[in-house]
Each structure stands twice: as structure tokens, then as C-alpha cells.
């Protein structure tokens, strides 16, 4: 029957969807001014207002920074530096040494648990009581859902603002949102709701709404995880989605000539298809998805980056003197030591959203028993993310930048002129790679794909669990929410509306609001959490060494 609505879904997406884009796009292209610039034009006030709210400023800082970093640092203090102590205990989680204490219950077959939504025979075995996806998997796809351009064009953005140092301080926002993803995704796991059926439903719908009544402000928490359905499905639309397609259309164009509304709307299509045969499977099939495609887009970057580092081998210690000195002696023109701190704060947070609360989901999902287990893992994340591959690409820009091919501190554009041509983000860090590894663009254009793809497939799972809190658990709603998604990538592919997707990618940064105010409440919890996981494997080294 799944399969039939699935088939179903897709004619419909493909017979009707299509001609009406196409048709759309053909009356944009004969027309001064196209269907797409014109709600651009028109949502654009909105989308203004929106932002500058999420952004406003408290004494020239943006209030959300200020509650990213003051709460992260806030949980490093309380968790004494877990992120730095327990990064070793987490790598052993990953690998699964500590397995056999952190299952929810025997395994159970397929044979013995009937198939559901989202289930596949193939891997419905590994399940236990408590939960769907190992912790790589929980792992590989929350990092899936950030690791994306921010790492490649918010880096090179945050470089051309404010200089190298701005990079010292994403690698601090960077080690501090360690310790958010840690609380965040502890409770993830602990008041997440499992079905009957083994099936997952967890975030911070979730630990707000329950965790907000075991404190007798059960009005207050429903009020919060609505505002949080309602902004993680505006963020998975747009910023998780439009503008994830809109960019992976731009690169293929632009790196095979092609051009015209059609021409992107087949593209759109094509992502959606395949983004639609993962997304129907549930978070099973996109764990298994993101699990190969995230190591594998990650070691091509990775091997590129170091390879340029490798051959500029005599410039490393020069490009961290420049990143340390720049941190403190910021370039003149920018306004100052505030301003590259700022730059680099508010980049990282955009690209490892620790503190967003979105990354939760996908670790809810996880099969154990130990919630605080989870949370270890997830520390993981922003050390991937930014501490590693932001700092990668860093570095690459800077070296390429050794010759003074452009000056630092032009926060006004965030773009550098090189040989008479503007270019910034993605551009600026392909130009970097290119005059190292020739061609290497190519390279790039594919580990944009597969960033934006994967990307789009978490932020999918996210924006469904916000849909199901809102509109419940059913068939239909669930198919709903999915067949709403593919046209969106489609639409992004197509159409050109950047205030649509600038209002909705910062309902991504507004989760911060909601969601920290939980993190502050709930902490207590968090601890009593990480103090039975740490028993437990306490209890389990003393039973192996007395046997």
C-alpha cells in the first residue's frame, strides 16, 4: 500500500508539478518582470523585518549570538569542560564499545515486529525497544544536516569581513557549542515519545513540552514547542531545503553552461526525485544514506584541503600566526577587536547551530536506553563541523591569500576583488582550491551536490517531526508534509525567490530563543543523566575486570 501512495505521489509530483513550473518559468522569461521577482519583491519587507528581528542588536552585538555564546559557555563551566574531558569517551561510543550496556532490549526481527511506515525488512532487526539508528548513524545524519555550505561559502564570507582571525573565534564557537549539543541532545533522547511500533519521535517539541510540566509550566511548554514545530518546518522549507537546491542548480549550470527556467526546473525534478526515494523510507533509509554520503563528501574535501596545506607545508605556521594575531589585532577598517569576534561567532553558529535544537531529532532516534550517551556523541558535531572543516577551508583561503591577492575587512560586500572581478562565498573558496589543484572546481561542484543533497534529507526528517507534533502521526499527514517538501526543492531549483528562503532560513537562528530558554530550565536533568551513564559503564569495567 506504501509503495502504491509512494508511486502515487510521484506521478502526480511529475504530471502536474512540472508543466506548472515550466509554464511559470516561460512566463517569466517573456515578461519584464517574472512571477518569481515579483513575490520576491513583494515578501521582501517581511522578510527584512523578520531578519532584523532574529538579529537585533544589543550593544552592537546580535542577540541570539549573545545567547548562543553565553549559553554555551554557560553549560562548559556547569559540565566542567565535558566538551575537552569526555571527546575520548566519545569517540569509544561511537565505535561501539560501550553497546552491549546501552541497548533498549533484545533485538528484535523483522519476523516478530510488523512493518510500519518508514521500516525496512533489511535493517528493522537491528532495532530494539529503544530506539531506530545506531549512534553513527544518529551522528551522521545531524552532521548531514549542517555540514553544508556554511562550511564552504560561510567560511569564505566570515574570512573576507573580518580577516583571519575571524576563524580563532568559529574554532571557540566551535569547541563551546560542544557542550550545547551535549545538553540539547541528552534531552533529545530523554523525553523523546516510541510508538508501539518502534518508531521515533523526539526534539525539542518534545523536551519542552514534558520537561516545562514535570517543572508545572506545562502552558509554557506547549506554547514553546509549537513556536518550534512551527519554525523547524519554515527552516526545513527554506534554508533546509529551497536554498539548498536553488545553490546545488546554480553550480550545475554555471559548471555546464545551461541555462534557462526549463532547464532549471528539470534539475529541480531530478533532485527531488532522488531526495524523494530516501525521504519516503524514514529515518532508517536516511540514516543509511547519510552514513556513506557524509564520511564520503567529507574525505574528498578533507584530502583536497590537506593536500593544498601539505604543499604550502612552509606557510602553516605563518597562517596560524595570522589566524591567533588576527583574533586580537583585527584588520584595520573593520571596527575593531568586537567586529571579527562577531563575524566569527555568528558564522559558526550559522554552520553547526548548536543551540538551534535542530540537531536533537536526528539524535532521538538513537537505540539506547542512556540518553546522556547520546548526548557524548553529539559533542562530536560542532568538532566536525567547525573546529575541523571550517578550519580546513580557513586555512586554504588564507594561504591562497599569502601572495595579497585581496585585502582583509570589507565587511560591507563580504566579497574580495580578484583580477577585477567580485567574488565571495562559494566562488572565493573555489578560487582558492582551483590555484592549487587546477580543475578542482569540478571536484567542488560535486561535494556541493552531495552537501546540499544530504543537507535537504535531514532537514526533511527535522521538518516532518515539527509537522507531525502540529497536524499527528497519520499516513496522510505524513505524505502530506513529503509530497510539500519535493515541491519546495523543485521550486527553489526553479524560481528565484531570495526573500522567501532569507526569511525562512532565519527561522533556523530563531530556534535559538525557544529552545535555549529549555536548555537553561532542564540542565539539572541533563546531569542526572550523564551521572547513570557514567555508573553504568563505571559498573560494567568492574564486572569485566572481576571476571
Not at 526515494?277 to 574535501?301: D, H, L, N, Q
Request: charged share 15%; proline share 3%; hydrophobic share 50%.
Amino acid at each position: 500500500m506504501r509503495k502504491k501512495l509512494t508511486n502515487f505521489a510521484l506521478t502526480v509530483f511529475s504530471v502536474f508539478v512540472f508543466p506548472v513550473l515550466a509554464f511559470a518559468q516561460e512566463q517569466a522569461s517573456t515578461s519584464a518582470k517574472g512571477l518569481d521577482q515579483q513575490i520576491n519583491d513583494a515578501f521582501q519587507p517581511i522578510a527584512d523585518w523578520w531578519e532584523g528581528l532574529v538579529l537585533t542588536p544589543v550593544a552592537g552585538i546580535p542577540i541570539v549570538v549573545i545567547i548562543l555564546v553565553a549559553g554555551a559557555g554557560f553549560f562548559t563551566l556547569v559540565f566542567g569542560f565535558i566538551n575537552i574531558r569526555k571527546f575520548p569517551l566519545a569517540l569509544n561510543v561511537v565505535r561501539g564499545k560501550y553497546d552491549d550496556i546501552e541497548e533498549g532490549g533484545a533485538p528484535v526481527t523483522s519476523k516478530s515486529v510488523p512493518t510500519v511506515e518508514g521500516d525496512i525488512p533489511d535493517t528493522i532487526r537491528q532495532e530494539g525497544v529503544e530506539g531506530e539508528v545506531s549512534h553513527f548513524q544518529a551522528l551522521a545524519t545531524a552532521v548531514s544536516g549542517t555540514v553544508g555550505l556554511g562550511n564552504i561559502a560561510g567560511v569564505a564570507v566570515a574570512i573576507a569581513a573580518g580577516g583571519p582571525g575571524a576563524t580563532f573565534w568559529m574554532i571557540v564557537c566551535g569547541l563551546l557549542g560542544m557542550s550545547t549539543k551535549f545538553v540539547e541532545c541528552t534531552l533529545g533522547v530523554k523525553y523523546r515519545d516510541i510508538g508501539s511500533d518502534g518508531t521515533v519521535y523526539g526534539g525539542p517539541m518534545y523536551y519542552l513540552s514534558k520537561g516545562f510540566a514535570e517543572k508545572g509550566l506545562g502552558v509554557v511548554g506547549k506554547v514553546f514547542a509549537v513556536v518550534m514545530a512551527l519554525l523547524l518546518i519554515g527552516a526545513s522549507f527554506g534554508g533546509g531545503n529551497m536554498f539548498q537546491s536553488n545553490q546545488a542548480t546554480v553550480q550545475i549550470t554555471s559548471m555546464t553552461g545551461l541555462q534557462g527556467g526549463a532547464i532549471k526546473t528539470i534539475i529541480g525534478i531530478i533532485i527531488a526525485v532522488l531526495v524523494g526515494i530516501v525521504i519516503i523510507g524514514g529515518i532508517k533509509r536516511i540514516a543509511s544514506v547519510t552514513e556513506k554520503v557524509v564520511p564520503f563528501m567529507a574525505v574528498i574535501y578533507i584530502v583536497a584541503a590537506l593536500i593544498i596545506i601539505i604543499s604550502n607545508i612552509t606557510f602553516v605556521d605563518d597562517a596560524i600566526g595570522l589566524i591567533i594575531s588576527g583574533a586580537f589585532t583585527p584588520e584595520a577598517g573593520f571596527g575593531g577587536l568586537l567586529g571579527v569576534l562577531i563575524v566569527g561567532f555568528q558564522r559558526a553558529a550559522f554552520s553547526n547551530e548548536a543551540g538551534a535544537g535542530s540537531a536533537s531529532i536526528a539524535h532521538s532516534a538513537v537505540n539506547t536506553r542512556f540518553p546522556a550517551s547520546e548526548g557524548i556523541v553529539a559533542l562530536l558535531e560542532p568538532f566536525i563541523d567547525t573546529v575541523v572543516i571550517c578550519t580546513m577551508t580557513a586555512l586554504v583561503i588564507i594561504m591562497f591569500n599569502s601572495s595579497g591577492a585581496f585585502p582583509y575587512g570589507d565587511v560591507e560586500s563580504s566579497k574580495v576583488l580578484i583580477d577585477g572581478v567580485r567574488v565571495g562565498g562559494v566562488d572565493l573558496t573555489s578560487t582558492a582550491f582551483d590555484s592549487v589543484l587546477p580543475g578542482f572546481r569540478y571536484i567542488l561542484t560535486v561535494a556541493i551536490i552531495l552537501f546540499a543533497f544530504s543537507t535537504m534529507i535531514s532537514w526533511s526528517y527535522y521538518g516532518l517531526q515539527g509537522w507531525k507534533y502540529l497536524f499527528g502521526r497519520s499516513k496522510a499527514s505524513d505524505l502530506t508534509f513529503k509530497f510539500l517538501f519535493l515541491i519546495c526543492v523543485v521550486i527553489g531549483a526553479a524560481a528565484t525567490l531570495d526573500a522567501v528562503i532569507k526569511f525562512s532560513d532565519a527561522m533556523i537562528l530563531a530556534l535559538v530563543f525557544p529552545n535555549m530558554i529549555g536548555l537553561i530550565f532542564l540542565f539539572p536533568k541533563v546531569r542526572e543523566e550523564l551521572n547513570k551513564y557514567l555508573g553504568a559503564i563505571k559498573n560494567n569495567e568492574e564486572a569485566a575486570e572481576s571476571e
